[in-house]
């Protein structure tokens, strides 16, 4: 060999310079990762499903101040029928397209505004990395969550899984009341939610975000002592495995808090659902009725 290569090198500049060089392997992966990752779409609305009409769509509910949306003039109320090519019959459908759809591509949305039809441009954005905080900014007012709270039971000390847990709201909110010797797991199967709830809680000790299947939530038996679901029960492909898991799950004075939209019937792929749907199935679960309330826009069902 000749002097001053790998070979003749004392062992400690040979390993060094090999972890240089995993360093800067593994950097380039990630960055070639990073640049891969496709953005997604945001318009900045909050939607409800519509069903009142002849053809079902999506009606916008709330438009976030100075989104994509808002500039393209898109007011309460619209009611979505089209997106490009696409014909929307549930708010599920709408949020699909735009997420799909790369920032800065126009789109037009065939809209039905007082029931004139027309055609709306907009340009779709980058969705924001704090989605969850515009999408709270106006929620406390219908959502009343110092009363699901209280339903639920829960005090400093507590373990207790939000399932379904989307952006966090009620993360943050279960994660004050059990206090720094408590615990709470956020569940959730959707990718966008996991990252919202691995950002908003990097420096909370007291929430572990987990990754759930669709028929599992994957909760350690016998150890919470309550479970929250809000606007969750209604996206659930097999209600009795997720029921059956969450049961083995809580202690036996365990509660199961249940939050929902109200429907008249069951249309799979809307974000609503029968009360007694819900009802029928965790009873069949083996849980009990303990009380039902109605908040502004849901119902709320609390089980044993």
Same mark, same amino acid.
């Given at each position: 060999?000749?002097?001053?290569?790998?070979?003749?090198?004392?062992?400690?500049?040979?390993?060094?310079?090999?972890?240089?060089?995993?360093?800067?392997?593994?950097?380039?992966?990630?960055?070639?990762?990073?640049?891969?990752?496709?953005?997604?779409?945001?318009?900045?609305?909050?939607? !409800? %499903?519509?069903?009142?009409?002849?053809?079902?769509?999506?009606?916008?509910?709330?438009?976030?101040?100075?989104?994509?949306?808002?500039? *393209?003039?898109?007011?309460?109320?619209?009611?979505?029928?089209?997106?490009?090519?696409?014909?929307?019959?549930?708010?599920? %459908?709408?949020?699909?397209?735009?997420?799909?759809?790369?920032?800065?591509?126009?789109?037009?949305?065939?809209?039905? !505004?007082?029931?004139?039809?027309?055609?709306?441009?907009?340009?779709?954005?980058?969705?924001?990395?704090?989605?969850?905080?515009?999408?709270?900014?106006?929620?406390?007012?219908?959502?009343?969550?110092?009363?699901?709270?209280?339903?639920?039971?829960?005090?400093?000390?507590?373990?207790?899984?939000?399932?379904?847990?989307?952006?966090?709201?009620?993360?943050?909110?279960?994660?004050?009341?059990?206090?720094?010797? @408590?615990?709470?797991?956020?569940?959730?199967?959707?990718?966008?939610?996991? %990252?919202?709830?691995?950002?908003?809680?990097?420096?909370?000790? /007291?929430?572990?975000?987990?990754? @759930?299947?669709?028929?599992?939530?994957?909760?350690?038996? /016998?150890?919470?002592?309550?479970?929250?679901?809000?606007?969750?029960?209604?996206?659930?492909?097999?209600?009795?495995?997720?029921?059956?898991?969450?049961?083995?799950?809580?202690?036996?004075?365990?509660?199961?808090?249940?939050?929902?939209?109200?429907?008249?019937?069951?249309?799979?792929?809307?974000?609503?659902?029968?009360?007694?749907?819900?009802? *029928?199935?965790?009873?069949?679960?083996?849980?009990?009725?303990?009380?039902?309330?109605?908040?502004?826009?849901?119902?709320?069902?609390?089980?044993?």
């Amino acid at each position: 060999m000749k002097p001053g290569t790998g070979a003749t090198r004392p062992a400690a500049a040979r390993v060094a310079s090999r972890t240089f060089a995993l360093v800067l392997v593994s950097a380039t992966v990630i960055a070639a990762a990073t640049r891969s990752a496709p953005s997604r779409g945001w318009l900045g609305v909050t939607l !409800r %499903e519509d069903r009142a009409h002849a053809i079902s769509a999506a009606r916008i509910d709330t438009v976030l101040p100075e989104s994509p949306a808002a500039a *393209a003039g898109f007011e309460s109320g619209d009611l979505v029928r089209r997106a490009g090519d696409r014909t929307i019959h549930a708010a599920r %459908e709408l949020t699909e397209t735009v997420r799909r759809t790369l920032p800065g591509t126009t789109l037009v949305l065939r809209v039905e !505004r007082a029931g004139v039809p027309c055609d709306v441009t907009v340009t779709i954005g980058a969705r924001p990395p704090d989605l969850y905080r515009l999408l709270e900014l106006d929620r406390d007012a219908w959502q009343e969550p110092a009363r699901v709270l209280a339903l639920l039971g829960v005090d400093a000390g507590a373990a207790v899984a939000d399932v379904g847990a989307g952006g966090g709201y009620f993360t943050a909110r279960l994660a004050a009341a059990v206090g720094t010797t @408590g615990r709470v797991i956020a569940v959730d199967i959707d990718a966008d939610a996991l %990252e919202q709830l691995t950002t908003r809680f990097a420096d909370a000790r /007291n929430v572990v975000v987990q990754r @759930g299947l669709p028929t599992d939530p994957r909760l350690d038996p /016998n150890t919470l002592d309550a479970v929250l679901m809000v606007d969750t029960f209604h996206e659930l492909r097999a209600a009795d495995m997720t029921l059956a898991a969450i049961r083995r799950a809580l202690r036996a004075d365990g509660r199961l808090v249940i939050v929902d939209h109200p429907a008249a019937e069951y249309v799979a792929g809307t974000h609503a659902i029968p009360e007694a749907r819900v009802v *029928a199935a965790a009873e069949a679960a083996g849980f009990h009725r303990r009380e039902r309330v109605d908040l502004p826009r849901q119902f709320v069902v609390v089980f044993e």
